[in-house]
């Protein structure tokens, strides 16, 4: 008997939507198209588009460490509340996520605690080129994750000398914070005290490009992969889009659906992040980027932060938003407004980190391939509000936005871990595999 068949939905397939059913047996898709054989359980998708899982590629879930904020457990009820059912969670802990046996430890935290599957980036240092030399077999890592410029947590590599280490040892995609640590620095007398306006005004257009250019630099020159997190400025864009070969680069939502005056006015240090949501000329250029597939990513940067301490005095309040419970919901509003197409879409949250990272077995709705469904409902509206975030940071910087198109269902191997905004079951999520 199967375990489950999901009848009835437009199921995303080859770039198209079609009208078929959908067979799961042990945790892997079982056949795709009308079935009439008996199942456990049925899913009626009517009215419903079936996607493939959609990825996050970049969550902080601040375990071990700060787990007052977050830990694996509640960032992921947050992932598949928001209908992601895969995450890569970042090594900003504390201690750090940048020994074996550190990793090692984060994937024991993980066992039984995540409900969405989930793989680490190993966090490059000034002096850990013989680990990150020997990380290709390594279970649960998507890529190393390199702080070029200083943000939340202790892991910085400023100087060249050191970043062209960390390029020249990597066994992986180098995943890159992309601010430039020397300008940072020189700016920090341009902060206004209590006044988060000046927060783009320190971490400057300047402080990101000129990163970004040595990173393509030094990546290029040791025919090395970079994958450039959260661009922000449409000087990056112009440049990345001259040179893309080992180069790819991620958007995040909050920066494709809020722009600086505007949020700094009504959020205060709630849209504090780094790199910082900056006017709307640079928000222009990175939907142009969207528009025109130049971006291979969009990864929610869900970085939470407790209301106690974003309620601080600018600059001592922290920089970071969460993101994970709300990334499909934003980007569905956006297809729905025609800024973007489902396609595009789904490239960005399913296909291409399954080309860029080398994840096996995920991202299409494909015989064999494993059972991993976002079901969605494009129609229908919903109300983002802080009281239904799972995360334990309990506020969304789209607190009281009302988006069309949400997630329905989460299905993760096989198992339905969110319907009709109820998380359920047990936390079996597994790490993801790598080519």
């Given at each position: 008997m199967?375990?489950?068949?999901?009848?009835?939905?437009?199921?995303?397939?080859?770039?198209?939507?079609?009208?078929?059913?959908?067979?799961?047996?042990?945790?892997k898709?079982?056949?795709?198209?009308?079935?009439s054989?008996?199942?456990?359980?049925?899913?009626?998708?009517?009215?419903?588009?079936?996607?493939?899982?959609?990825?996050?590629?970049?969550?902080?879930?601040?375990e071990?460490?700060?787990?007052d904020?977050?830990?694996?457990?509640?960032?992921?009820?947050a992932?598949?509340?928001?209908?992601?059912?895969s995450v890569f969670?970042?090594?900003?802990?504390?201690?750090?996520?940048?020994?074996?046996?550190?990793f090692?430890?984060?994937?024991?935290?993980?066992?039984?605690?995540?409900?969405?599957?989930?793989?680490?980036?190993?966090?490059?240092?000034?002096?850990?080129?013989?680990?990150?030399?020997?990380?290709?077999?390594?279970?649960?890592?998507?890529?190393?994750?390199?702080?070029?410029?200083?943000?939340?947590?202790?892991?910085?590599?400023?100087?060249?000398?050191?970043?062209?280490?960390?390029?020249?040892?990597?066994?992986?995609?180098?995943?890159?914070?992309?601010?430039?640590?020397?300008?940072?620095?020189?700016?920090?007398?341009?902060?206004?005290?209590?006044?988060?306006?000046?927060?783009?005004?320190?971490?400057?257009?300047?402080?990101?490009?000129?990163?970004?250019?040595?990173?393509?630099?030094?990546?290029?020159?040791?025919?090395?992969r970079?994958?450039?997190?959260?661009?922000?400025?449409?000087?990056?864009?112009?440049f990345?889009?001259?040179?893309?070969?080992?180069?790819?680069?991620?958007?995040?939502?909050?920066?494709?659906t809020?722009?600086?005056?505007?949020?700094?006015?009504k959020?205060?240090?709630?849209?504090?992040?780094?790199?910082?949501?900056?006017?709307?000329?640079?928000?222009?250029?990175?939907?142009?980027?969207?528009?025109?597939?130049?971006?291979?990513?969009?990864?929610?940067?869900?970085?939470?932060?407790?209301?106690?301490?974003?309620?601080?005095?600018?600059?001592?309040?922290?920089?970071?938003?969460p993101?994970?419970q709300?990334?499909?919901?934003?980007?569905?509003?956006?297809?729905?407004?025609?800024?973007?197409?489902?396609?595009?879409?789904?490239?960005?949250?399913?296909?291409?980190?399954?080309?860029?990272?080398?994840?096996?077995n995920?991202?299409?709705i494909?015989?064999?391939?494993?059972?991993?469904?976002?079901?969605?409902?494009?129609?229908?509206?919903?109300?983002?509000?802080?009281?239904?975030i799972?995360?334990?940071?309990?506020?969304?910087?789209?607190?009281?936005?009302?988006?069309?198109?949400?997630?329905?269902?989460?299905?993760?191997?096989?198992?339905?871990?969110?319907?009709?905004?109820?998380?359920?079951?047990?936390?079996?999520?597994?790490?993801?595999?790598?080519?």
């Open positions: 199967l375990d489950l068949i999901i009848k009835n939905g437009q199921c995303y397939i080859d770039g198209d939507l079609k009208d078929v059913d959908v067979s799961v047996k042990d945790g898709i079982h056949n795709i198209g009308q079935i054989e008996e199942a456990k359980d049925i899913f009626d998708a009517k009215g419903l588009t079936v996607l493939p899982g959609c990825i996050d590629t970049q969550t902080h879930f601040r071990p460490g700060s787990t904020t977050e830990d694996l457990n509640s960032g992921s009820r992932a598949v509340a928001g209908g992601i059912t969670e970042m090594p900003n802990t504390n201690p750090p996520t940048s020994t074996k046996k550190e090692q430890r984060k994937l024991d935290l993980a066992k039984n605690r995540m409900y969405c599957n989930y793989a680490f980036y190993f966090g490059a240092t000034a002096d850990n080129a013989n680990e990150l030399a020997d990380l290709e077999n390594l279970e649960g890592c998507c890529g190393i994750k390199l702080f070029v410029g200083s943000s939340t947590g202790n892991l910085l590599v400023a100087d060249e000398k050191d970043i062209e280490i960390v390029f020249k040892n990597s066994s992986k995609v180098v995943a890159v914070h992309s601010e430039d640590e020397q300008i940072l620095n020189i700016n920090k007398k341009l902060i206004k005290d209590g006044d988060v306006h000046s927060h783009p005004v320190w971490r400057s257009e300047e402080c990101a490009i000129s990163s970004t250019r040595r990173i393509v630099k030094i990546a290029n020159r040791y025919n090395k970079a994958h450039i997190l959260h661009i922000t400025t449409k000087q990056e864009i112009d990345l889009a001259q040179h893309k070969g080992n180069i790819t680069f991620e958007i995040t939502p909050q920066h494709l809020i722009y600086a005056p505007d949020c700094y006015d959020l205060g240090t709630y849209a504090q992040m780094n790199p910082p949501i900056r006017d709307k000329s640079h928000y222009d250029r990175l939907w142009y980027a969207v528009k025109n597939n130049l971006n291979e990513t969009i990864g929610s940067d869900h970085a939470p932060h407790l209301r106690t301490n974003k309620d601080k005095k600018y600059p001592n309040s922290p920089s970071g938003m993101g994970v709300t990334l499909v919901p934003v980007m569905l509003n956006h297809v729905n407004e025609g800024k973007i197409s489902l396609k595009q879409f789904i490239n960005l949250v399913c296909e291409n980190p399954i080309k860029i990272f080398g994840i096996k995920k991202g299409f494909k015989k064999g391939f494993d059972a991993d469904f976002t079901i969605v409902d494009m129609k229908k509206k919903i109300r983002i509000e802080n009281k239904n799972e995360s334990k940071c309990g506020w969304s910087p789209f607190d009281g936005y009302e988006f069309k198109g949400a997630p329905i269902s989460t299905i993760v191997s096989g198992n339905i871990k969110m319907r009709d905004r109820k998380i359920l079951g047990d936390p079996e999520g597994l790490p993801l595999k790598f080519k």
